[in-house]
């Protein structure tokens, strides 16, 4: 993982043979100079500390200190050890004390290095190991949490602190259970059984929910002899998504007309209006279903509608946002898990899968579902069972499920991103929703509708729009769709002044390049307008009104500025043409 640190190696040395006498060794030894005589897979490797060895044996060879088989120096492969690898330095003897010598595969002599150095240079790799590793842990966003094989804290990170409350102080040293369940812990789960363990949703405690990503740490005899842990904490994203969800149910259990729950769905023209239409047509069935438009469409509106409209209208309406939730979390959301797989509790946790039993699950971008939850959920539909994460017992539930999807799923199927047998499943019957740029002469009723929804939220009297803010929403093209619009027309009501809406209160984008309605131009009429005060035939005139009403999206004052006349004249205008 790291580059070595240079060895310390002594490279000047002088090659003698093995008949070589203690004399001529002790000429080197005294000019300050290091000998080296190889004998089979040893060396003698002599220093002038040696010198003391042969001041009694002047006339001796070096073969006469077969005797002593002490003084032959160990010799490791250098190469090994360049790289890192110090596996070699285990096979030294353990009572040796001479200087081991380095050579390369090919028996070439590199140089050699004192004990002392060697540990020395052991002890600050391993320093140095320990200084990156600590860097690292402080430097991840996750919390960091490494134990040995007996379960003690050797590594703590800041935000492990943070995230659970625990001070270092408090931890490194001290058995983990200490602070956590043992039956709850996945560090200690993954050290029993050996296994890694990637994204998987994981409570250690109540309060906290995590995504554990967790390996055993395995010596090189691959004995575990320790385990490292990195936690993401999410518990603020699943308390988000619990209250979105809350929320959302909420807000239309509010709103739900038992009468005539499609009422609540605005729209006049003709792609709506079959929308609905096979909406309605399909709201007894049991079969799934498959909404299919551009985000902010209404998608989730047009199924908590079709869920009120069902048999199922007393039973839960439950909301799955696929694209909101992290990966690992999914399964154990949508699936639920087993009492100890991951928590410790006898029960376990239903998922919305079960939540939903007898009533509908809608599941918002469908298409970013990892492919082996499709391959479950596809399963889930076929069985109307669910097995519970870390389970294998199939639990029945009769849930109906409305899928959303903003992409095109069979092109996904044909280039192999999402599953043949879950689209399948899924596409019984689809509805498609239009953009709102597809549909304007929806707008009016909409923003009238959102206008006395957030004039009740905030406590305000309900406006009045000015005809250009009318103009302007009929002039955009809405990317954010429905969303966008019902964000605009918020924002306009909390900057409305005097009971009144008008261009200043709209996004700086809005009122780009928007149509200004001059306030003189009933006094100054252009040409065309002209035409109408003149009437040259009703044909003529009918067809100036009816123009100036599709343009301002039938909003009357809006039409009457733009043709130049007052309102008044308007009504009377299309009372006599019998318009409207």
């Known amino acids: 993982m790291f580059n070595a640190e240079q060895l310390p190696i002594h490279?000047?040395?002088?090659?003698?043979?093995?008949?070589?006498?203690?004399?001529?060794?002790?000429?080197?030894?005294?000019?300050?100079?290091?000998?080296?005589?190889?004998?089979?897979?040893?060396?003698?490797?002599?220093?002038?500390?040696?010198?003391?060895l042969f001041e009694q044996r002047q006339d001796t060879t070096i073969d006469d200190l077969a005797c002593c088989p002490n003084l032959l120096s160990p010799v490791l492969p250098h190469s090994e050890v360049a790289a890192g690898n110090y596996e070699s330095f285990m096979q030294l003897p353990a009572a040796t004390q001479r200087p081991v010598v380095f050579r390369e595969a090919d028996g070439t002599l590199v140089g050699y290095s004192f004990m002392a150095e060697l540990l020395t240079f052991v002890y600050k790799e391993r320093q140095r190991l320990a200084s990156y590793f600590f860097t690292l842990a402080e430097t991840v966003t996750d919390a960091v949490t490494v134990v040995d094989q007996s379960g003690t804290v050797i590594c703590w990170n800041t935000v492990a602190e943070e995230t659970y409350g625990i001070d270092k102080k408090d931890i490194l040293g001290r058995r983990i259970g200490e602070h956590f369940q043992p039956e709850a812990l996945m560090v200690l789960r993954m050290l029993d059984e050996g296994r890694m363990i990637r994204n998987t949703y994981h409570r250690p405690r109540p309060g906290n929910h995590v995504l554990v990503n967790a390996s055993p740490v395995v010596d090189d005899s691959g004995h575990i002899i320790g385990g490292i842990a990195t936690e993401q904490?999410?518990?603020?994203?699943?308390?988000?998504?619990?209250?979105?969800?809350?929320?959302?149910?909420?807000?239309?259990?509010?709103?739900?007309?038992?009468?005539?729950?499609?009422?609540?769905?605005?729209?006049?023209g003709e792609l709506i209006g079959n929308a609905i239409r096979l909406a309605r047509k399909v709201a007894g069935a049991e079969n799934p279903l498959l909404l299919i438009g551009e985000a902010g469409v209404g998608k989730e509106q047009l199924a908590q509608v079709i869920h009120q409209a069902s048999p199922r209208a007393d039973k839960p309406f439950i909301t799955l946002h696929c694209g909101s939730i992290p990966a690992g979390l999914l399964?154990?959301?949508?699936?639920?898990?087993?009492?100890?797989?991951?928590?410790?509790?006898?029960?376990?946790?239903?998922?919305?899968?079960?939540?939903?039993d007898q009533g509908t699950l809608f599941l918002n971008e469908i298409d970013r579902l990892p492919p082996d939850i499709q391959a479950k959920l596809a399963q889930s539909i076929q069985t109307q069972t669910v097995v519970r994460t870390g389970g294998t017992a199939p639990i029945p539930v009769h849930a109906?499920?409305?899928?959303?999807?903003?992409?095109?799923?069979?092109?996904?199927?044909?280039?192999?991103?999402?599953?043949s047998d879950l689209y399948y499943a899924l596409s019984v019957i689809s509805i498609a929703l239009p953009a709102l740029r597809e549909r304007k002469e929806d707008i009016p009723s909409l923003v009238q509708t959102f206008v006395r929804q957030f004039a009740l939220q905030y406590q305000k009297p309900i406006p009045q729009l000015e005809p250009e803010v009318m103009l302007a929403f009929a002039n955009y093209d809405w990317p954010g769709n429905i969303n966008e619009l019902m964000s605009v027309v918020e924002r306009c009501l909390i900057l409305s002044e005097n009971e009144r809406i008008a261009m200043t209160s709209l996004p700086a984008h809005l009122q780009k390049e928007q149509p200004h309605l001059d306030k003189t131009r009933a006094e100054q009429p252009d040409p065309q307008l002209r035409i109408l005060k003149t009437r040259n035939t009703e044909e003529e005139e009918k067809s100036l009104i009816e123009d100036a009403l599709a343009?301002?999206?039938?909003?009357?004052?809006?039409?009457?500025?733009l043709l130049g006349i007052s309102r008044g004249t308007l009504y009377n205008k299309m009372k006599e043409l019998h318009l409207g």
């Open 551 to 561: 343009k301002t999206l039938g909003n009357k004052s809006a039409a009457a500025k």
């Open 331 to 356: 399964e154990t959301e949508l699936f639920g898990f087993q009492g100890g797989a991951f928590s410790g509790n006898q029960t376990g946790s239903a998922g919305k899968l079960e939540l939903a």
């Open 11 to 52: 490279r000047q040395m002088h090659m003698l043979p093995l008949h070589s006498t203690i004399c001529d060794i002790a000429a080197y030894l005294r000019r300050d100079a290091a000998v080296c005589i190889l004998k089979d897979n040893s060396a003698y490797l002599f220093t002038s500390g040696d010198l003391w």
């Open 233 to 268: 904490d999410i518990t603020q994203l699943v308390r988000l998504n619990d209250e979105l969800s809350s929320t959302h149910m909420a807000r239309f259990d509010e709103q739900a007309s038992h009468e005539d729950p499609f009422s609540f769905i605005k729209g006049k």
């Open 400 to 419: 109906r499920i409305i899928a959303a999807t903003d992409r095109d799923l069979h092109k996904l199927v044909e280039k192999q991103l999402f599953r």
